[in-house]
C-alpha cells in the first residue's frame, strides 16, 4: 500500500537527537517554574516591579504572571486565576504547541519557519490588547491582580 507520505527511514538514535531542542526548552521552562514556585513573588525584594505599573499606575496584561505561576506550581489554580487569568489560560496553549513541536521533530517533519499562522498571532494580540484594556476599568476590575 502507497500513501502519500514518505517513510521515516532514520533510526531511534537520530529520532532521540531531534526531539533535544523541544526538551532543552521544556527544561528550560521547568526550571524558571520552579525558581518561580521557590522564591515567591509576594514577598518585595524578590522580583523588580513591572515598570508600566511604576509609571503609570496601571496594570499591563503581564501584571500579576508571576504569581499566577507561583501559585500554579503550587497546584493553587484558583488563585492563579484571580491573578492572572491570560497567562493561565496560556498554559495549556503553550502545552499543544510544545507537544506539535515534539510530534514534529520525533518525526522528522521539518520546521518551516513559523508553524503558527498569523491569524492566530493577530488573534492573540488583539485578545492581549482588550484583556489590558478590560482589566483597568471599572466593569472588569475581576481581572486585576
Known amino acids: 500500500m502507497v500513501t ?3 517513510a ?3 533510526g531511534p538514535r537520530a529520532r532521540a537527537l531531534a526531539v533535544l531542542a523541544p526538551l532543552g526548552a ?3 521552562a521547568g526550571a524558571a517554574v520552579a525558581y518561580v514556585g521557590a522564591v515567591d513573588p509576594n514577598e518585595p525584594g524578590h522580583y523588580p516591579t513591572c515598570p508600566f505599573l511604576m509609571l503609570t499606575g496601571l496594570y499591563c496584561p503581564g ?5 499566577a505561576v507561583h501559585a500554579l ?5 484558583v488563585t492563579a486565576l484571580g491573578l492572572n487569568l491570560l497567562v493561565v489560560a496560556m498554559v495549556p ?3 499543544l504547541l510544545w507537544g506539535r513541536w515534539v510530534l ?8 518551516k519557519g513559523i508553524s503558527i499562522r498569523p491569524s492566530y498571532v493577530w488573534a ?8 489590558w484594556i478590560v482589566r483597568n476599568v471599572a466593569f472588569g476590575e475581576f481581572l486585576a491582580p
Open 104 to 111: 514534529r521533530s520525533w518525526r522528522g517533519v521539518p520546521l
Open 124 to 131: 492573540f494580540l488583539a485578545l492581549m490588547i482588550v484583556f
Open 73 to 77: 506550581a503550587h497546584g493553587d489554580l
Open 8 to 10: 521515516d527511514v532514520r
Open 4 to 6: 502519500g507520505r514518505t
Open 93 to 95: 496553549v503553550l502545552a
Open 63 to 67: 501584571c500579576g504572571g508571576l504569581r
Open 26 to 28: 521544556a527544561l528550560a
